[in-house]
């Protein structure tokens, strides 16, 4: 019973999501907005949802074997990777390589500008 | 006999959404037993295996891809109720983003425009199509997520899939070298990075490290498929991407 609560919110959640997208015409992936209002009811409750943690973390232990479908997707754009596959590379090597860098740059920079404030909230 | 009762057989099999459904969780199991096997190197990831064992038995088996996907559908639903559980992990880390507000938010801020600009900016450079730039912009983004803006935005939400699952292997391959290259020793800091820059794969190679890297990697996956679903279009618009 706890599993099918718990999918059952996260559905009902998904739903309100996309339904909210539609309406709103807000250009963001409906189950998106249906984490965050997921987590906004969180941070209200002030606690978790048992049935939930236990359905989410079933689903997220397991979260790459559900991209798989997905994936094998691929075989229908053969022909695009093989002609494209040098800027395709060259983006993925150097943008992960410059994302890296820039977030843990910025994050130290701004962690040692604010050091004395985060000191004081303890 | 035999070979027309096999033959029949496989008419019906081919026909019937079980088989997809089998071959993928049967994939999976074998990729990533394979992975824990080779102590979770992210090089033997378990969506590339899979992904290479189903691509080989659909060409081996001249399946379309179409009657593969009647099957493996009722696994790809699950991505959009494991999307809303990812609110879990971001509440589990609510008393760190509380703390530490600031400085994550413009770390926040800055690791998805650079992910998202570098992405397409260099893919435009060396003369990608549209259509691939549009699927490389969210490449950084955790799968459901990325795939999710990916069809928005008009990209191909399939090869959006494989560029992030491959973008989230070279971070947690490259990752810890470009730390140790930057001299940057605090956890918090290289673990909010590979969750940016890799999200899950990212988060998964963290996890092995520290539970402080892990726990920052995590949050990080889960700040940035938020924000680059709310940032991205915008982005693309300012570059002159999509209009």
Redesign the interface.
């Known amino acids: 019973m706890n599993f099918l609560n718990g ?1 059952t919110i ?2 009902i ?2 739903l309100a ?1 996309e339904v909210s997208a539609l309406l709103l015409h807000i ?6 907005l ?3 209002m ?2 906004l009811t ?2 209200l409750r002030g606690n ?1 949802i048992a049935s ?2 236990h ?3 079933a ?2 232990s ?16 053969f022909d ?2 093989i002609s ?1 596959w ?3 590379t ?19 920079w ?2 040692h ?2 050091a004395k ?2 000191k004081k ?1 303890g | 006999m035999a070979d027309s009762d096999l033959a029949s057989i496989w008419v019906y099999l081919s026909t019937s959404p079980l088989l997809g459904l089998t071959i993928t969780l049967m994939a999976y199991s074998i990729a990533y037993r394979l992975y824990i096997y080779a102590n979770a190197n992210p090089l033997l990831h378990p969506v590339v295996t899979a992904v290479a064992l189903l691509i080989t038995f659909l060409l081996l088996t001249d399946t379309s891809y179409s009657a593969y996907f009647e099957g493996a559908q009722f696994v790809h639903f699950l991505l959009g109720p494991a999307t809303v559980a990812l609110a879990i992990p971001l509440y589990q880390q609510s008393a760190k983003l509380k703390k530490l507000w600031l400085p994550l938010l413009i770390s926040l801020i800055s690791g998805v425009t650079t992910g998202v600009l570098s992405a397409v900016g260099l893919a435009q450079l060396m003369g990608a199509s549209l259509q691939t730039q549009l699927s490389l912009a969210p490449k950084s983004v955790t799968t459901p997520v990325a795939m999710g803006i990916s069809e928005q935005i008009g990209g191909l939400p399939s090869l959006t899939a494989i560029l992030v699952v491959v973008t989230g292997i070279l971070g947690a391959i490259i990752g810890t070298r470009v730390f140790a290259l930057m001299r940057i020793t605090d956890d918090s800091v290289k673990g909010f990075a590979m969750g940016m820059a890799a999200h899950g794969i990212g988060t998964a190679r963290a996890f092995q490290i520290s539970e402080e890297m892990g726990a920052f990697s995590g949050l990080a996956m889960a700040l940035s498929a938020l924000a680059t679903a709310l940032m991205l279009p915008w982005l693309l618009s300012i570059i002159g991407v999509l209009s």
């Open positions: 999918i996260l559905l959640y998904q999501g250009p963001v992936p409906g189950p998106v249906g984490m965050i997921l987590f969180l941070l978790s939930v943690d359905t989410s973390s689903l997220l397991h979260l790459s074997l559900l991209f798989v479908p997905a994936g094998v997707g691929m075989i229908t754009h695009r990777i494209e040098m800027p395709i060259v983006a993925l090597v150097l943008s992960t390589m410059i994302t890296l860098m820039v977030t843990a740059a910025i994050m130290q701004s962690n500008l604010l404030e985060v909230d």
